[in-house]
């Protein structure tokens, strides 16, 4: 029986903040500067104000994203020393050059991203303005690259040695460890994702500005850029998580049965959509789709897919997860098939794409893909327990043993309510003083 207090279960509850927290902002980080560089590079070859000002205008938004992205970051970098000593003290060593290389990546977008907001119309060939954001492009996803690399060796540690009688790391191959199985459908789903949320929460502000009846061609724009590329997107988010099945499938089958409650070992296996689970491990009012769990996890419809039952008992995760992975996925689908019907519909040119009810799902599109985001992620942390280091330490074993953790998570509580709120009223205070329909009028037309 636990006691009132349990410093493991405030570290996860204070680690579980942090992160839900962090990554609306690591995600808005890592998509934007994809987003701007797009608005830029078309707004140079075509010439055209509207792109420029919308590249403009995301890139002042974006700066107070990164402030609190930075904060959020560091929160995160101290919570693994403190809140997970006996971890570090493993693992340090092997992930200790992903880590290194994170950092660094964040000071090289940074310099740029400083460059580049400084420098605008400084520069009579456009394309020089334009080449200072290619670099806060690559830092911003190499950084999301690296610090995925580390989520990636907790779930597939390699790259090490285990001493047998001190039980410490040995013979580290940080290069090993950072190329593990994990690493190509980790790193490939995150970024992504990221710039598909991104592209939704952009569009979204479009949408949002087009319902309140600013009929301003550069809303028009600036939601058809941002709709064609959550559209390729979503189709590549997709792919990657089919891939992300099969390596789920090979390396990972815990994970896999318990997402999709699949008990007894067999082959045609069907993929489980929602339902409730009986204490007796029956599922009812679940959708049952023929033989698509064998297709996920294999790609062939008769091939054989690991059971529940077949696994040992204290290594299955939580079997909650389940609903953690259908909301991703469904919402995944829902994302594409917005972008879909407002791409097709534009190109038909038969049907007002502006209207009400397709601007009302593309605003609700932005909230949604953030919350896949954050399913996705419940997902992939809580589909690793009992581990936080996968087959040689288990979370409760890596916790620290303070008594002070309940304090730190009130604290940190306190901070994130503060820095959301300011992040918010700043970011509205800046646009909503400033409508771009002013600031067109302003430049003359030329931005």
Known sequence: MLSVYDPVIFSRLLTSLTLAFHIIFATIGVGVPVMIALAEWIGIKRNDPHYLLLARRWARGFTITVAVGVVTGTAIGLQLSLLWPKFMQVAGQSIALPLFMETFAFFFEAIFLGIYLYTWDRFKNRMTHFYLLIPVVIGSSASAFFITIVN????????????????????????????????????????????????????????????????????????????????????????????????????????????????????????????????????????????ALSILAHGSPNAEVIGINDLPKDEIPPLWIHYMFDLMAIIGVTLMLIALTYVVGQRLGKWNVHNKGLLRLIVLGGPLAMLAIEFGWIFAEVGRQPWILRGYMKTTDAATTSGHVDTMLLVFTILYIILAFTCVKVIRKMFKNYPAEEEIASRGGNV
């Open 152 to 291: 990636a060796f907790m779930n597939a540690p390699q790259g090490f040695d285990v001493d047998a009688l001190t039980g410490k790391i040995i013979n580290v191959q940080p290069l090993v460890a950072m190329f593990n199985p994990a690493t190509p459908t980790k790193v490939a789903h995150v970024l992504i994702s990221a710039y598909l949320t991104s592209a939704f929460v952009l569009a979204g502000i479009a949408a949002i500005s087009l319902l309140r009846g600013r009929k301003h061609v550069y809303y028009k724009k600036a939601l058809k850029l941002t709709m064609v590329s959550a559209l390729i997107f979503s189709i590549g988010t997709a792919i990657i998580g089919d891939l992300s099945g099969k390596y789920l499938a090979e390396y990972q089958p815990e994970k896999l049965a318990a997402a999709e409650w699949h008990f007894e070992t067999t082959d045609q296996a069907p993929l489980v959509i929602g339902g409730i689970l009986t204490e007796n491990n029956e599922i009812k009012y679940g959708l049952k789709i023929p033989l």
